[in-house]
């Protein structure tokens, strides 16, 4: 897989796109960046939208053990960053759900008014990431986060809006089966195992510590949520060129059972995993 990969975009159906768009706007800080009947997009990159939003004409509860997204994660560029973020979501009255130092990174954890999984977290510098004993991936844990040393980062009233460098770290999903979705982003796409915990593995490119999470602590077998159940629709991967997509067209075609793929314009490349999930892979825009 590139090693320049990022994730560049999601889309996420929900059941009230006024509701949800307040809220991302209001709570996280994305600012909108158009909006029409049946859509919103936002993000801190005003030239380039982070989420879209789409409305669900007739929507139904999200299903707690159906697979699908566990959270989508917002990568802040510095620890103020992310104590500001924290601020913002403190004066707006959300309640954040957990929060855990990692190790790689500090993260802390609320649902959007659908109950669909955010993350807002900070890396460590990458030196300071411990290696597994065998040199290959890094060493991710659980533990309390110190919120009075994070919060000491930023003491100010927050702005209304993150730092334009604000982006989707990863996103995290729920699984029916872990080695079967892990020998897909791996075996078939070409990401690299970084970590693995109790019915969970992390993957990524240009050794990164994750750029997808896999797990399946309340999804083991299950399918993902009906269209009409709020969800992630779309994940959007940018890599670092396109000689970088023809690599990956040409390593799909030849990968063991390879996966049914298309390429719809000179651009991109699509496909599903194997729960469904819906992954498009695009060349890296000029800016």
């Known amino acids: 897989?590139?090693?320049?990969?990022?994730?560049?975009?999601?889309?996420l159906a929900v059941s009230d796109l006024a509701r949800s768009s307040q809220f991302y706007e209001r709570v996280l800080g994305l600012p909108l960046i158009a909006r029409d009947e049946h859509t919103a997009q936002l993000g801190p990159d005003g030239e380039r939208p982070a989420l879209l939003l789409r409305d669900i004409p007739a929507p139904t509860p999200l299903p707690p053990a159906a697979a699908g997204l566990y959270h989508v994660a917002w990568l802040h560029p510095t620890r103020a960053a992310l104590a500001e973020t924290v601020r913002r979501i403190a004066a707006a009255r959300w309640v954040l759900e957990g929060a855990s130092d990692h190790g790689v990174s500090e993260a802390l954890y609320l649902s959007d008014p659908d109950g669909l999984g955010i993350e807002i977290y900070a890396d460590r510098p990458r030196e300071q990431w411990q290696r597994r004993a065998d040199g290959e991936?890094?060493?991710?844990?659980?533990?309390?986060?110190?919120?009075?040393?994070?919060?000491?980062?930023f003491s100010g009233a927050p702005a209304p809006t993150p730092p334009a460098q604000?982006?989707?770290?990863?996103?995290?999903?729920k699984v029916a089966d872990v080695p079967r979705a892990l020998a897909f982003y791996r075996g078939a796409l070409g990401f690299q195992e970084q970590a693995e915990l109790p019915s969970a593995a992390f993957v990524s490119a240009g050794g990164y510590h994750h750029h997808v999470g896999l797990n399946s602590w309340q999804s083991a077998g299950a399918a993902l949520p009906p269209d009409s159940a709020p969800g992630l629709r779309r994940?959007?991967?940018?890599?670092?060129?396109?000689?970088?997509?023809?690599?990956?067209?040409?390593?799909?075609?030849d990968a063991p059972s390879a996966p049914a793929f298309t390429r719809e314009d000179a651009g991109s490349l699509s496909l599903r995993d194997p729960d469904g999930e819906l992954l498009v892979f695009t060349a890296a825009r000029e800016a």
């Open 166 to 173: 604000t982006t989707v770290g990863h996103v995290h999903l």
């Open 1 to 11: 897989m590139d090693p320049n990969l990022r994730i560049r975009a999601l889309e």
């Open 235 to 253: 994940v959007e991967f940018e890599l670092g060129a396109a000689d970088a997509l023809d690599t990956l067209e040409r390593d799909l075609a």
């Open 137 to 153: 991936g890094v060493v991710m844990v659980t533990q309390p986060l110190d919120l009075d040393d994070l919060l000491s980062q």
